[in-house]
């Protein structure tokens, strides 16, 4: 798959990390009065996320094998991130491409929100549905090298375990919570380090 030209134009002049952190804490920042319900749930997950993403921020030691797996592929490379800041397995992915950028000059980080870019979205769908975080890897001339998302597959297989018996939403939620707190968010270390070697 290769990517138009206004396309490839849009994902390198998406948010930088640091206009997606500012965009989110001022958005954090502004009353929830006049929100409806749906708005409300958005902004309580919204608010623990930042504190979950500075969290891996802070604690997170990068390990060798994925240090050397950054070191190791052919660039250079675009990557652009499709992500909303509710979103609890973006909170959890974005600080590691973020620091793996870090290590090479020639791989610049894209952060696309959601909603306005449906249709970038639409060609990486994740069994049909348009799931996030997604990580696209963007070669110079718009050929996509390959793309990662939206969680690692051992909580993918939890969550579908607990939808597929009924389990409520709270339910399925909670556990996804649990899960990545109890670091189960070095499995999306391993999984790109495999991805990148």
Same mark, same amino acid.
């Given at each position: 798959?290769?990517?138009? %030209?206004?396309?490839?134009?849009?994902?390198?002049?998406?948010?930088?990390?640091?206009?997606?952190?500012?965009?989110?804490?001022?958005?954090? *920042?502004?009353?929830?009065?006049?929100?409806?319900?749906?708005? &409300?749930?958005?902004?309580?997950?919204?608010?623990?996320?930042?504190? &979950?993403?500075?969290?891996?921020?802070?604690?997170?030691?990068?390990? +060798?094998?994925?240090?050397? *797996?950054?070191?190791?592929?052919?660039?250079?490379?675009?990557?652009?991130?499709?992500?909303?800041?509710?979103?609890?397995?973006?909170?959890?992915?974005? +600080?590691?491409?973020?620091? *793996?950028?870090?290590?090479?000059?020639?791989?610049?980080?894209?952060?696309?929100?959601?909603?306005?870019?449906?249709?970038?979205?639409?060609?990486?769908?994740?069994?049909?549905?348009?799931?996030?975080?997604?990580?696209?890897?963007? %070669?110079?001339?718009?050929?996509?090298?390959?793309?990662?998302?939206?969680? +690692? %597959?051992?909580?993918?297989?939890? &969550?579908?375990?607990?939808?597929?018996?009924?389990? %409520?939403?709270?339910?399925?939620?909670? $556990? $996804?919570?649990?899960?990545? *707190?109890?670091?189960?968010?070095?499995?999306?270390?391993?999984?790109?380090?495999?991805?990148?070697?």
């Amino acid at each position: 798959m290769k990517l138009e %030209e206004g396309v490839l134009d849009r994902v390198r002049n998406g948010l930088t990390f640091e206009q997606f952190m500012r965009q989110w804490r001022e958005k954090n *920042a502004m009353s929830m009065k006049g929100l409806d319900k749906i708005q &409300r749930r958005s902004r309580f997950y919204s608010k623990y996320n930042l504190e &979950r993403q500075e969290k891996v921020q802070r604690e997170w030691e990068m390990s +060798p094998s994925f240090e050397s *797996a950054v070191m190791s592929f052919e660039g250079p490379l675009q990557w652009a991130f499709i992500t909303d800041d509710w979103c609890i397995d973006s909170a959890y992915s974005l +600080p590691l491409l973020l620091k *793996a950028t870090q290590l090479r000059e020639d791989v610049s980080l894209s952060i696309l929100m959601k909603d306005e870019n449906l249709d970038i979205l639409d060609m990486f769908l994740t069994r049909g549905a348009r799931s996030i975080p997604k990580l696209i890897a963007i %070669e110079d001339d718009g050929s996509i090298r390959y793309s990662w998302g939206p969680q +690692p %597959e051992e909580i993918r297989l939890i &969550r579908k375990d607990l939808i597929d018996s009924g389990a %409520e939403g709270r339910i399925v939620s909670g $556990t $996804t919570i649990d899960w990545y *707190a109890d670091d189960g968010w070095l499995e999306v270390e391993k999984e790109l380090t495999g991805l990148f070697t």
